[in-house]
C-alpha cells in the first residue's frame, strides 16, 4: 500500500484497530481451544488444527490479526461470477471454491461479512452454511478429505470494512462501486479465506448496466452485452492475495495496448479532469515498472495496469495485484509517478512476494518506499543518499520496524523507518551484494511468501556474512542505530 498512501511519509488515519478490523482475538481462539497447533507453515506461521473434532479454524494463526484467515484447507482457485446494480446497490455474486482440505473435515470457515447465502454445495452436495459475525460456518454432507470444490450463492447489499486504513471493503459510489482495501476487504464482497498465506488463482466476471466499466486484477479478457448488461471477464493465473483482489465499477476512461507483448491496462475517472495529473501518471505505468525491473528482476505478473478513482473515501493507493488503485488525492501535483513507483514496486514486494503475516508488512512497505526514493534519483531529482539522511534526521525510533504492532502497521515505522533499513544494509553489504540480495529474494520467493527470518538469512548467503546484530539494531531496537560506513 503506498502508504504513503496517505501522501506520503504522513501518518494513516487511524493509528487504532477498529472492532471491525481486528475483529477476533486470542482470548477467543484459546476459548475454543484453537491455538493448539498441530502443524507448522511453510513460513513458520502456527496453522491451528482442532483434534479430533475435524472443525476448520476460524483464524490461520496471524499473531496479529488471530481470525483472519481459516485453516484446515488451502484454497487453490476463485471462480468468480458478480451482478451488480449501482441504482439500488443490489450485489448478486456467485463463488466456485478449489480447495485441498490439509486435515480431515467436518466443518470449516470462510471470510465473510454478512451478505445473506441462498445455497451452499460441497463436492455436489447440498452443505449447512450459517453466518456467525464475520464468518460463514460451513457444514458438507461428508467429511471432507484431499481436493474439493464449494459453491456459494450470495446477494444482498454488501457493507463497507473500516480497518486500521481507513474505508475499504465494497463501497458504493456515485456511479458505481469500489472495492479494496487493507489488510481484510476481500470478506465484504465474497466468501474468502482471507489472509496472505493462502494465495490463489481467480477467474472473475462481473455484469453490470451497459455504459458501466467493471475493472478488476490480471488479464482482460474481453465484455459482452445483451439485454443492457455488460459482463466483463478478468483471468488472474498468477496466484494472488486476497486483499490484493479489487472491483472497480463506474464511468472511466480506459486505455488498452500492449507493453512488453503483455496487455497493459489503465483506466482514470472520467470525472477527473481529460489530460491531468493522473492520465500523465497512467501513461508511465510502463516506463516505471520497466525502471524497477532493472532494480528487481523480472515483472512477475502477466499483465500490467493502474486504476486512478475520484471517490475521496478512498486517502491511499493500494497495490491490488497487477493493477493498482490510487486515490484522488495523489494527483495534485504535476508528477505523480513517485506514487506509481512505490505501489508497482509492490508487484515485486508484498503481491508477488507476499508476507506470512502482518507483523512482517516492513518487507512490502519499505522496499516500496525505498523504491520511490530509487525513482526519484532515477529522474534526476534527489539522491537516494540526500533522502536517506533527511528521514533518518527526522525519524522516531520508538516503534521497532519488525514487529510494530497491529495498530502500527501502516505508521512510519513501517514505511520511513523500513526504507531507512533497506537503505542501511545497502551500505552495510555494498551494491553489489545488495542488488543481488533483492533479485535473489523476487525470483526464489515468487509466489510464495516469507517472512522477516527469511529474508535476513538469504542476506546472510548472499554477503557471506552475519547480518543478524544489523538487523537487530534497524528492524527491532527502539533508538537510533549507527549509519554503516559503505
Not at 73 to 102: C, E, N, W
Not at 161 to 181: F, K, P
Not at 198 to 213: C, F, S
Not at 228 to 253: F, K, N
Request: some cysteine; proline content about 8%.
Amino acid at each position: 500500500m503506498r502508504r504513503g498512501r496517505f501522501p506520503f511519509g504522513r501518518r494513516p488515519r487511524s493509528a487504532t484497530v477498529s472492532p471491525v478490523g481486528v475483529r477476533k482475538s486470542v482470548a477467543a481462539l484459546t476459548a475454543v481451544g484453537l491455538l493448539a497447533s498441530a502443524c507448522t507453515s511453510p513460513v513458520g506461521l502456527p496453522i491451528p488444527v482442532p483434534d479430533s473434532a475435524k472443525y476448520g479454524a476460524d483464524g490461520i494463526g496471524d499473531p496479529y490479526f488471530p481470525r483472519y484467515g481459516n485453516g484446515g484447507y488451502d484454497v487453490s482457485h476463485y471462480d468468480l461470477k458478480m451482478r451488480y446494480a449501482p441504482d439500488t446497490d443490489q450485489l448478486a455474486g456467485q463463488v466456485v471454491i478449489t480447495a485441498t482440505a490439509t486435515t480431515p473435515l467436518r466443518r470449516f470457515n470462510l471470510d465473510f461479512t454478512g451478505l445473506p447465502i441462498s445455497r451452499a454445495v460441497v463436492n455436489g452436495s447440498p452443505a449447512q452454511a450459517r453466518q456467525e459475525g464475520a464468518e460463514l460456518v460451513v457444514t458438507p454432507a461428508n467429511e471432507l478429505t484431499g481436493a474439493f470444490t464449494v459453491e456459494i450463492d450470495y446477494a444482498g447489499v454488501p457493507k463497507p470494512i473500516n480497518s486500521i486504513l481507513g474505508d475499504g471493503g465494497w463501497l458504493h459510489t456515485d456511479d458505481g462501486a469500489i472495492a479494496l482495501g487493507q489488510p481484510e476487504s476481500a470478506s465484504s464482497w465474497f466468501p474468502v479465506n482471507d489472509h496472505p498465506l493462502d494465495k490463489a488463482t481467480y477467474d472473475l466476471a462481473i455484469t453490470v448496466p451497459e455504459g458501466k466499466a467493471a475493472l478488476s486484477n490480471g488479464v482482460p479478457e474481453g465484455s459482452t452485452t445483451a439485454d443492457g448488461w455488460t459482463t466483463w471477464s478478468w483471468a488472474e493465473r498468477t496466484p494472488m492475495a486476497p486483499y490484493l483482489t479489487t472491483v472497480v465499477i463506474g464511468d472511466y476512461r480506459i486505455t488498452s495496448g500492449s507493453h512488453k507483448n503483455l496487455p497493459i491496462l489503465t483506466a482514470v475517472a472520467a470525472s477527473m479532469p481529460e489530460g491531468g495529473p493522473a492520465d500523465a501518471a497512467m501513461a508511465r505505468t510502463g516506463e516505471v515498472a520497466d525502471f524497477l525491473e532493472t532494480q528487481f528482476g523480472p515483472y512477475p505478473f502477466q499483465s500490467y495496469g493502474g486504476i486512478a478513482v475520484a471517490d475521496t473515501r478512498i486517502g491511499y493507493a493500494l497495490e491490488t495485484q497487477s493493477r493498482p488503485v490510487y486515490g484522488p488525492s495523489f494527483f495534485r501535483g504535476a508528477d505523480s509517478t513517485w506514487v506509481v513507483a512505490h505501489e508497482l514496486a509492490h508487484q515485486w514486494f508484498g503481491d508477488s512476494v507476499s508476507i506470512g503475516g502482518w507483523q512482517h508488512i516492513w518487507l512490502n512497505e519499505g522496499f516500496a518506499t525505498y523504491a520511490e526514493w530509487l525513482w526519484e534519483e532515477h529522474t534526476g531529482n534527489r539522491p537516494v543518499q540526500s533522502q536517506f539522511d533527511e528521514v533518518y534526521r527526522t525519524m522516531d525510533w520508538s516503534i521497532p520496524t519488525g514487529d510494530p504492532g497491529p495498530a502500527n502497521i501502516f505508521s512510519g515505522a513501517v514505511y520511513r523507518r523500513g526504507s531507512l533499513a533497506v537503505h542501511a544494509l545497502r551500505l552495510e553489504v555494498g551494491d553489489d551484494a545488495f542488488f543481488t540480495i533483492l533479485k535473489t529474494w523476487t525470483a526464489e520467493r515468487r509466489n510464495n511468501t516469507a517472512v522477516t527470518a527469511d529474508f535476513i538469512a538469504l542476506a546472510e548467503r548472499v554477503s557471506g556474512r552475519s547480518l543478524r546484530p544489523f538487523f537487530d539494531a534497524w528492524l527491532f531496537r527502539t533508538t537510533q542505530p549507527p549509519v554503516p560506513n559503505p
